[in-house]
């Protein structure tokens, strides 16, 4: 079994740490993985995308020509990737900053408004976060206790954002199960 996810947005967006969360879930319960970042070489504000791959087999490929899944946190990265998601996959949009004209009607799209549930929480910087929520339960090999273990390690050093973080991606995953 395999989760090939590709996650993109603006720099600044968190977009290399959530791969990092995605990929260090992995690694906690012994899966194959592969971590791959892409950025613009502007750093705040300029392209950032990632693909993760996680696999209880061998992974042959780094290349993701089709993703499983992808979070797409603003309308550039929208229009970049969502053809790179395969029928049957799940799109996760950050409808905050992506307003959709063209829909496709093979995959599952989840518009969820991240931003503006992180300014709720008080931190616009974790929507991101809210993002993974309402992907972790279209994922087949990582879940919330996985992740939950991931960013307890993450954020040792500063434990304040252990719950801020966790509150989001609930907030991410509630909003799905609704």
Do not use: H
Not at 16 to 24: C, E, R
């Amino acid at each position: 079994m395999m989760d090939k996810v590709i996650i993109a947005g603006f720099g600044g967006q968190g977009v290399m740490f959530l791969g990092k969360v995605l990929a260090y879930a992995g690694m906690g319960s012994d899966l194959d993985l592969l971590w791959i970042p892409s950025y613009g070489p502007e750093m705040r504000g300029g392209t950032a995308n990632c693909s993760v791959i996680l696999s209880d087999e061998e992974i042959n490929s780094p290349v993701i020509d089709y993703s499983d899944a992808a979070i797409v946190l603003n309308k550039p990265a929208y229009d970049k990737f969502a053809p790179r998601v395969k029928p049957g996959g799940v799109l996760i949009v950050n409808s905050s900053l992506a307003k959709l004209e063209d829909v496709r009607d093979d995959i599952t799209i989840v518009q969820i408004p991240a931003t503006e549930m992180a300014n709720e929480l008080g931190n616009t910087s974790i929507a991101n976060m809210v993002c993974l929520g309402a992907l972790l339960p279209s994922l087949n090999l990582v879940d919330y206790e996985k992740v939950e273990k991931t960013m307890d390690k993450l954020t040792k050093k500063r434990p304040q954002l252990l719950e801020v973080n966790l509150t989001a991606i609930n907030k991410g995953i509630s909003f799905v199960n609704e």
